[in-house]
């Protein structure tokens, strides 16, 4: 009798830790979003590519009121730059899709949507994220390689999610904290560069859908600046796919056009 007590206090036991053993593994990855731990001891998620080079990354987009702005801006800066775009927007507006990859740009995936991770939903996670991967492989005929997820929260779903969809997680390691509604050119520049060094991923923003109405006009000014300081530096600035981070393999069906 004894041993069937405590048998059932075991399993009873075993059943308790489970929901706390998923909520741990779906948590604990997200503590990446810390900048410092992330360029120490991961690097490779952090961003960090070769020496000579600064990749440039803008997420959020795209958006037909700001990221033709920056594109021109890029333009006359000769720089190419990594766009991390939400899946809906690539449907409702898939000329500035087109228009991104047409100037030499590269375009990544930051999900379908703009959300924020709350309780596991592995089947979810990886739903929206392929569906994300395959919009923008529809639309600009080349599969994505990158995933920055909103907020840069990696969660355990998300990272599983990106590993099947053949995604390659990339966070940042300097960003201009342009999303704030006192965000102005001179204070993008200065957040970033105490933080810039060769080989780094800077985050910025091509579009104010998720932060102070406005705000991208301090990310579009910061640009000459920020790109003039690298190049005084000697650092090349340009996408994700020349910053020497190893790229994952492509899933079956991938087309690259």
Avoid: K
């Avoid at 990594?82 to 990544?108: C, K, M, N, S």
């Amino acid at each position: 009798m004894e041993d069937g007590v405590d048998r059932g206090r075991l399993l009873a036991a075993a059943v308790a830790v489970v929901p706390a053993l998923a909520a741990a593994a779906h948590v604990v990855p997200a503590g990446t979003w810390l900048a410092g731990p992330r360029r120490a001891w991961l690097p490779a998620l952090a961003g960090v590519g070769t020496t000579d080079h600064v990749a440039l990354t803008f997420d959020d987009g795209p958006d037909p009121r700001s990221t033709p702005a920056f594109l021109s801006a890029l333009d006359e800066l000769a720089v190419r730059a990594t766009f991390f775009v939400l899946g809906e927007q690539v449907l409702r507006h898939p000329q500035l899709i087109h228009d991104i990859v047409r100037r030499g740009h590269e375009v990544a995936v930051h999900g379908w949507t703009h959300n924020r991770p709350s309780w596991p939903a592995p089947a979810r996670e990886a739903r929206q994220l392929a569906r994300a991967a395959h919009a923008v492989a529809e639309v600009s005929g080349v599969f994505p390689t990158w995933y920055r997820p909103p907020y840069g929260i990696l969660t355990g779903d998300r990272l599983l999610a990106a590993r099947r969809t053949g995604l390659r997680p990339v966070l940042w390691t300097a960003w201009g904290r342009d999303w704030t509604a006192h965000a102005t050119a001179e204070c993008v520049v200065a957040s970033i560069l105490p933080d810039l060094r060769g080989g780094g991923t800077v985050l910025l923003h091509d579009t104010d859908r998720h932060a102070a109405p406005g705000c991208w006009r301090a990310a579009l000014d910061a640009l000459p600046g920020l790109v003039g300081a690298c190049r005084r530096e000697g650092l090349r600035v340009g996408t994700l796919g020349e910053h020497g981070i190893t790229r994952p393999a492509r899933p079956a069906g991938a087309r690259v056009r």
